[in-house]
């Protein structure tokens, strides 16, 4: 019972990872739901976990995309570099797609900031506001770089 449940679980995550290529998403649950609806194995406990998922999405990438995802790879991580290099005060830390390999031309940069609350004009400013993000932009564009960064609410 126990080889039948294992191979559920490779095919959900083969199905998983096939329709996180097909949609350009990162979202692994909703994937994994979608998997296991279209081979008809609804039971909680056969969902793969996240490593198995990409495991199977390294795989479809290098099989299909081979070389191509490869260079597309390579230069979104050089990107990220020069964007740690420019954030450097803030301690970056590369994140998501980009540092787990399964990236593709499409794949967002993505970068976490460390820094300390500081105070701009009286008031505290936390870091991953919207004024946060706003501050970084006007700093980075009077130092020439041409960085996108997007807010994200503070946990």
Known sequence: MKAN?????RRIAYEAARILTELR???????????????????KR??????????ALREQQRLFRGEDQATALQHLRSLAMG?????????PLLVGPVFDGTADQNSPIRLHLRCQPWRAKRRLVV????????????????????VG???RRPV
Do not use: V
């Open 83 to 91: 964007a740690m290099g420019a954030l450097a005060r803030f301690k």
């Open 127 to 146: 870091p991953g506001s919207r004024e946060a993000a706003l501050l970084t932009r006007r700093a980075l564009r009077q130092r020439g770089s041409k």
């Open 5 to 9: 449940n294992r191979e559920s679980q």
């Open 25 to 43: 998403s990162g979202d692994y649950n909703y994937a994994c739901q979608k998997a296991a609806d279209r081979l008809g194995l609804g039971n």
């Open 46 to 55: 056969l969902m793969p976990n996240r490593d198995e998922i990409e495991s």
């Open 149 to 151: 960064i997007r807010a």
